[in-house]
């Protein structure tokens, strides 16, 4: 890994979606779908076993923005049902695919964090 500022590692592999190993190649295949392993350096992702946990903090994240928009939306302006479904829906669907990058690309650098910490504790032993 490179010896950088540990905001710069997490914003690199956060916002842009980058190996945790190299920060060179994307972590992702198409818009959401993790890769099996880094094409630079090798790192093998399938052992870092994510789990729900992802998804977990997806909706709620976006759970919590939307029915905030909703209430204050109903207080303030009280519209139509139907045009309630027209904003909310199209923008859950957006929220969900812009926030699922950045949380699976943290818990892998968390997993590969954690896995490095472990190989290292282990080699003092």
Same mark, same amino acid.
């Given at each position: /890994? ?11 592999? =956060? ?8 920060? !060179? ?6 818009? #959401?779908?993790? *890769? *099996? ?7 093998? @992702?399938? *052992? ?7 998804? @977990? ?9 939307? /029915?905030?928009? =909703? ?10 049902? @139907?045009?309630? /479904? ?5 923008? +859950?669907?957006?929220?969900? #695919? =812009? ?13 590969? !964090?954690?896995?490095?910490?472990? *190989?290292? +504790?282990?080699?003092? !032993?």
């Amino acid at each position: /890994m490179n010896r950088q500022k540990p905001i710069l590692y997490i914003l690199k592999t =956060l916002i842009l979606g980058l190996c945790p190993s190299c920060l !060179k190649a994307s972590i992702f295949h198409k818009i #959401i779908i993790l *890769k *099996k392993d880094c094409h630079i350096c090798s790192e093998d @992702f399938s *052992k870092y076993n994510l789990g729900d946990a992802d998804n @977990f903090f997806v909706i709620l994240v976006v759970g919590i923005i939307i /029915m905030a928009g =909703l209430v204050f939306a109903e207080i303030q302006y009280q519209p139509s049902l @139907f045009l309630q /479904m027209i904003i909310w829906i199209p923008a +859950t669907i957006v929220l969900s #695919i =812009l926030f699922t990058r950045p949380i699976k690309a943290y818990f892998l650098c968390l997993g590969y !964090k954690l896995d490095k910490k472990r *190989k290292n +504790t282990q080699y003092e !032993k």
